[in-house]
């Protein structure tokens, strides 16, 4: 429960001007909620293993796609990349 | 140097089944092969952009360590896009790219080229392996072609689990060389566009160009409790070479009454230049996800801080719910929001008599824009495999850069929403 609390930093800095001073201090707060985390031991981690809590890479590439067409940004999640003469 | 490790793979595989040759061959062929496919229909609103996409993606299991995996992704795209010029209250007449053709614009209505068409063919392969029990790598190939375009790219990724596998943390760097072959060749920028021409002149067009990009990206993800997993990631990319839109104008119009200006090249009536950006550009990007999982559904919820040296900063922020209806189906809403800050040098027009800029563009996606998704995915699991059906709504609006509305111009809509529907239905399946 402790590590949902901590991670709130990350989520709630996204309406900060200074980007550069967000993503530093989200970088931290998400370091000190990492390591703030206790381990959960392998044969806890029976919903981990689900299909939905992993993101459909599918789906994600075609979005990517789409947005990379329409909008100034790209990547994140994976690589900002390129291979379209559509942006 | 992988392919010397086949044999030792092919020998640990035999080793496994005559140790598990007791089980049914079914139960160990059953995931060797998965297949995960889709169609794709992309329509904006007004004749604009079309998308009709089909995207298919194998992947074979050599074993529990290794696989190859190999993507197809044929786009078929139509419609008109915005060419950059404002609405004027009289017809405006724009060149077509290869020189040798025309296309009119109404008075009051937002300037669109209709020429687009393009068809667009990507491969992808991709190798992964384990490297012991806790690491793993992989290694990419990819490519693409349109008649314009041509793209060929190398990446590779490592990751790297602690922690009891409660911590992962991966590495990743990716390569990319492009060439840029634009119709009637590449417009010196900022110079105006001329009127249409058969004479088979170059026109001062600098035949094709090139960029090339690099990026790379380090990240974590954390297992956080029994339920909640986190993952972090930054990504820093740098592009080099040809970054301009060669299809893209700006207009050129008076100062104060916002009239076009006559042109002074012949064939065309008004003046507009061809936009030119920066030959580099570096991004970065914070991204952070959070998975929830409860009983029956999940929750992930998502952000990324992007900024570049462009002056470019944007905010994404995404939801989506899975809502496991029972065990064979499934509905996911999802909510995305977008912002983005203009480019420094993004102007929607420029005036007569002002210093010509260093760098101008009037493409809206590196304006003032604001966008939302809206949509939900439904599936269902058969004995055979996975159907899914998404449907979204996506909507954008863009600002104008300010001081641009000035006289005639004040009564256009000098950058309409952007309204578009995405339908995928989606198949999948292992054997």
Redesign the interface.
Known sequence: ?S??RQ?SP??G???SRS??A??LA??IA?AA??AG?A????W??D??A?A??K?DA??A??DD???FS????????????????C? | MQLKRKPVGATLAAATCSLLGSLPAVAQEAKAWSV?S?L?Y?GEDNGRVKDL?L?A?IRRALDEDRSLSA?L?VDSLTGATPNGAVPAGVPQTFTGPSGGGSYTVAPGAQPLDTTFL?T?V?LAANWQQALGTAMRWNVGL?A?H?Y??L?L?L?ARLERDF?????TVFL?A?Y?Q?E?KPVGGVPVGLSPMAGEIDDGTDRGRAGDDT?D?A?I?IG?T??????????????Y?Q?DGYLT?PYKILSVVDPVSGAPVASTEDGIDFQYLYEHRPDSRT?????????Y?FDRD?L?????????D?G??????EARY?W?INERS?LEPHLRW?S?GA?DFYRTVLFEGDPLPAFATADY??GD?D?YTIGA?YGRRTAHGEFSV?LEY?Q?SATESPGAAVGALAGFDLTPD?KAV?V?F?Y?FDF
């Open positions: 429960m590590c949902t991670m990350c989520a800095s996204r309406s980007l550069a967000v993503m989200a970088g998400c909620a990492l985390c381990g959960v031991e392998p806890e981690r919903l981990h689900r939905d809590m993101a599918h789906d590439a075609i796609h789409i947005y329409k909008e100034a940004s790209s990547g994140g999640r994976s690589f900002a990349g390129g291979g379209c003469g942006n | 995960d889709s794709l992309y996409s995207m993606s993507t992704t393009d667009r990507a990819s693409s349109e314009d375009y793209h790219g990446n922690n009891q596998r409660n911590t990743g990716a990319g492009d840029i960029k990009v990026d990206l974590v954390q297992v956080l409790t029994r339920r909640s997993l986190l993952e972090v990631a930054y990504s990319g592009s839109d991004k970065q990007s914070l991204f952070a996800e959070w998975r999982a999940s992930a919820l998502n952000v990324r801080l992007m900024d570049d462009w470019v900063q944007s905010q994404t922020a899975r496991n499934y977008y983005q480019a996606r590196l824009l966008a995915k998404r996506y954008q952007l995405i995928q989606g999948k």
